[in-house]
């Protein structure tokens, strides 16, 4: 299936499954590296990070924790800059290592403020881990230290990332024609 068509919209595939695993794979490699002896506590970015945070999680060959938070800042194939909290953590992060597991990383304002919120409750240290990363969108100072792909500003789906709520099961990522 190297097309599909998702509400309006046709859709091209950009990036294999098997590219996906292979990188998440490496960014699994890498954390474990970089984390040895530590036990960070993952935090997935709702919807969108879900399966990414998954499969992370299986790859990593260090003990971890994982936990949730849902954000919202999307409406149809646009962010709309404006990002609010929908439900947020319940755990203590004194003294905890956080990596922050986000599905795409563009305008970097999501990061900045979940960096600002979370650093309020004491964390040892904070770190991201993004899917995705379009650097050349990127308007806040941030600097995400584990990225699978770095990709052009187009829009994509696919792997949990949607086109309004469509389109997250599927298994390649795809880009929007136009």
């Known amino acids: 299936m190297s097309i599909v068509k998702i509400k309006d919209k046709s859709f091209k ?12 794979k490496a960014v699994a490699q890498q954390i474990s590296k970089d984390m040895e002896g530590k036990n960070p506590l993952l935090l997935g970015v709702l919807n969108g990070a879900f399966m990414f945070a998954a499969d992370l999680m299986r790859e990593m060959t260090i003990p971890c924790e994982i936990s949730f938070v849902k954000l919202a800042s999307y409406q149809g194939t646009t962010s709309t800059g404006k990002i609010k909290e929908v439900f947020g953590i319940n755990e203590d992060l004194t003294n905890r290592t956080v990596i922050i597991v986000e599905d795409i990383v563009e305008s970097g304002l999501t990061m900045k403020q979940m960096i600002e919120s979370l650093g309020t409750r004491n964390p040892a240290s904070i770190h991201i881990c993004t899917l995705f990363f379009k650097p050349s969108k990127l308007k806040e100072k941030i600097n995400p230290e ?23 099961g599927l298994k390649d990522v795809y880009t929007i024609i136009e």
């Not at 595939?13 to 998440?24: D, F």
């Not at 990709?151 to 949990?160: A, E, V």
């Open 13 to 24: 595939i950009s990036i294999t499954e098997a590219e996906i695993k292979e990188r998440v």
């Open 146 to 168: 584990y990225v699978a792909f770095s990709i052009p500003d187009d829009f994509i789906l696919g792997y949990g990332l949607d086109y309004d709520q469509q389109g997250r």
